[in-house]
Every structure is written in C-alpha cells, then in structure tokens.
C-alpha cells in the first residue's frame, strides 16, 4: 500500500518548456488535489478533482491544466513553464469528504 | 482562496520543552486539521477535529477546535529533537460555502529542537 506516489521527484526547465507531474494514489479515494508550496506561504491549491471525470479550478491555476485519468491517476500539466513555477509540487487525495487529505512525497521543479 | 493565520512564525526550543501554537481566522470553519512535514517530505497528518470545543491527543500532541469555530491550538509536550520540522494547521468549511471541498492552510510554524 503505497500511497500517494508522485513522479518525478526533480525536475529541471528551461523557459517555455512543457513538462507533466504525475501522481497516482492506491486507497481507492474519490478526490484528489494538486498543492504548490513556496517558502512561508504554506500550500496553494492549484486544481482539483473532486471526483473521476471532473475537475475544478483552486487558487493558482493560472499556467495549469490537469487531468484525472482515472480514479487513481491525476496529473498536472505545465504548458510553457516559467520561472515563476519554480516550486515545490504536492499531489493529495481524500475519500470524498475535503476533510482529511494525505499527500505524496511531493516533486521539487526548477524553471530556468 | 484567504490563508489562514498561523503563529509563532518559527520556534526554537530546547529538548524537554512544552510547545504551542496557534490558527486563527476570520471565518468560520467546520473542520481543523493539523499536519507535520519534515524536510524533503509531504505533510502528513496528526490529528484531526471536527467538533467545536473538541480537544483530541495523539501522543505528546494535543489539539483543540476553538469553541468560536475561528481557531485552533497545538500542543506539543516534553519536546524530543524528533519533533524538528514545520506544523501546519488547515481547515475546511461548510458546504454551503464556496470554498466546500478544499482545504484552507497556514504558512506554517517551523519547529527547531535543540538538545
């Protein structure tokens, strides 16, 4: 039972390049969330997906997209990466409540 | 989406020493949860409480759910350098709310032990 599990664990862009995060979660749960974590503004919510087939805009989804593959997969996409997407990338899931959520290993991406 | 207001911003603590610190906000909410990350990992939760007035232990931790519904308190006793990392309090509000199905986070208190 591994969790969430999230893919890659590093990452290094240069401007305008286009990479994708990968997260997936094995304890069947119907929401799942992607967070960015800068220094001393704890987690922002970017997208999530309260349930397989749809997803919802968070805080900071401006230069995202994502896509709930299926229950278990939820990834985030970076069309033209920019400096300011530098950050610390954390993918969450809950059983369909918002209450407790638990959260991967997290990917560190630096945009160049 | 409002952060939620966390202090003390950082701590540094000596090895046997009592910790507190504090959530509040302007809103109220349904559910607090606090969290612990450790450097190079994800949050991973410690307690959770859903009731008004509720106070819940896990271990040397303790936690309360503010009786306004505005705030939260953790307490961490008898320190051990193993507490060393950053604690984040979070909460969720009701469904009849615009924010229902997400979670609201502090910025964190950072935690250092010393020996």
């Known amino acids: 039972n591994a969790g969430v599990t999230q893919t890659p664990k590093f990452q290094v862009l240069k401007t305008g390049q286009s990479m994708t995060l990968q997260c997936a979660q094995d304890?069947?749960?119907?929401?799942m969330y992607w967070y960015r974590q800068d220094p001393g503004m704890g987690l922002r919510l970017i997208y999530y997906?309260?349930?397989?087939?749809?997803?919802d805009k968070g805080e900071v989804p401006n230069g995202y997209n994502v896509s709930r593959l299926n229950k278990r997969e939820f990834s985030l996409r970076l069309e033209s990466a920019a400096p300011s997407q530098t950050s610390v990338y954390f993918c969450?899931?809950?059983?369909?409540?918002?209450?407790?959520?638990?959260f991967g290993p997290g990917t560190r991406l630096t945009v160049l | 989406g409002q952060q939620l207001n966390q202090s003390p911003q950082s701590m540094f603590i000596q090895e046997g020493e009592d910790v507190s610190m504090n959530c509040t906000s302007s809103?109220?909410?349904?559910?607090w949860l606090w969290y612990k990350q450790e450097p190079g990992e994800g949050p991973v939760l410690l307690i959770a409480?859903?009731?008004?007035?509720e106070l819940t232990s896990n271990g040397r931790l303790t936690a309360q759910f503010g009786i306004t519904r505005k705030d939260s308190f953790l307490n961490i006793s008898a320190s051990i350098p193993s507490d060393v990392g950053i604690y984040f309090c979070?909460?969720?509000?009701?469904?009849?709310?615009?924010?229902?199905?997400?979670?609201?986070f502090g910025a964190g208190t950072q935690v250092v032990v010393t020996p």
């Open positions: 969450a899931s809950s059983e369909g409540t918002p209450h407790v959520q638990f």
């Open positions: 304890m069947n749960h119907n929401s």
């Open positions: 997906s309260a349930s397989e087939g749809t997803t």
């Open positions: 979070a909460g969720s509000r009701d469904r009849t709310t615009d924010s229902w199905g997400k979670l609201q």
């Open positions: 809103s109220i909410f349904n559910t």
């Open positions: 409480l859903y009731k008004a007035g």
